[in-house]
């Protein structure tokens, strides 16, 4: 099955500085890779996705680029702010199954 | 925000137990999932469902069973739960398996003493 490693676990950074998180997925079949934010205290939601036809995606200070050779995938959020505190998941499909990274809990502080 | 709801939120009983959580989903979906999310915060799948097939996570003991009165409802049955139960339980669920995007119950938690 799919095996997706996610890295940092833990991640501080100053408000307005660029955090990055990255993911690596071992099965070449994965064609759909999501990010989903959990809050403390609440539900994960999506925050941005990408297929494997394309290359990154941006939605204002959030973007995703996946090379799908190396098969890894990184979300960048720029200049943080104090509510992008979260923990951020990534994940990986094969059409069949999903599969959720370990986690990466993002701290910006003010 | 009601599209996936679920009860009870908190759930605390007593070891060897049996136990029921419910999850409704008014999106008009056709996959329902379970998730357990331990206080590593780890999220991982248990099950995925929809009208034609039950994917089982093989991890999971048998003492889980998902029931699905229609395709808008996806319960967790737990029996003789165990201490290692002690989790959050999310429900979710996504147009179709896969390749789409998955909309999160609030959550469940769940403690066994």
């Known amino acids: 099955g799919e095996n997706v490693e996610q890295h940092p676990s833990t991640l501080s950074v100053q408000e307005g500085d660029s955090a990055v998180i990255k993911c690596t997925y071992s099965?070449?079949?994965?064609?759909?890779f999501p990010w989903y934010k959990q809050e403390l205290g609440k539900r994960p939601q999506l925050i941005i996705d990408?297929?494997?036809?394309?290359g990154e995606k941006k939605d204002q200070r959030i973007a995703v680029t996946l090379n799908k050779t190396a098969k890894h995938f990184s979300l960048h959020i720029t200049e943080t702010q104090p509510e992008d505190s979260a923990v951020y998941f990534c994940?990986?499909?094969?059409?069949?199954?999903?599969?959720f990274g370990t986690g990466t809990s993002l701290t910006v502080i003010p | 925000d009601t599209a996936v709801s679920q009860t009870p939120k908190y759930l605390v009983t007593q070891m060897g137990n049996d136990k029921s959580i419910k999850c409704e989903q008014n999106?008009?979906?056709?996959?329902m999932y379970w998730y357990k999310q331990d206080s590593k915060k780890f999220l991982k799948i248990m099950f995925s469902?929809?009208?034609?097939?039950?994917?089982i996570n093989e991890t999971v003991p048998n003492r889980f069973s998902p029931k699905s009165p229609d395709k808008a409802h996806l319960n967790l049955h737990i029996n003789s739960l165990e201490l290692g139960d002690s989790a959050v339980y999310f429900c979710?669920?996504?147009?179709?398996?896969?390749?789409?995007?998955?909309?999160f119950g609030p959550g469940t938690r769940l403690l066994v003493l």
């Open positions: 999106l008009g979906h056709d996959t």
């Open positions: 990408i297929r494997s036809n394309v």
């Open positions: 994940a990986a499909s094969t059409g069949n199954q999903f599969y």
């Open positions: 469902y929809n009208n034609k097939e039950l994917i």
């Open positions: 979710a669920s996504s147009q179709n398996v896969g390749e789409e995007t998955q909309y």
């Open positions: 099965d070449s079949a994965s064609n759909y």
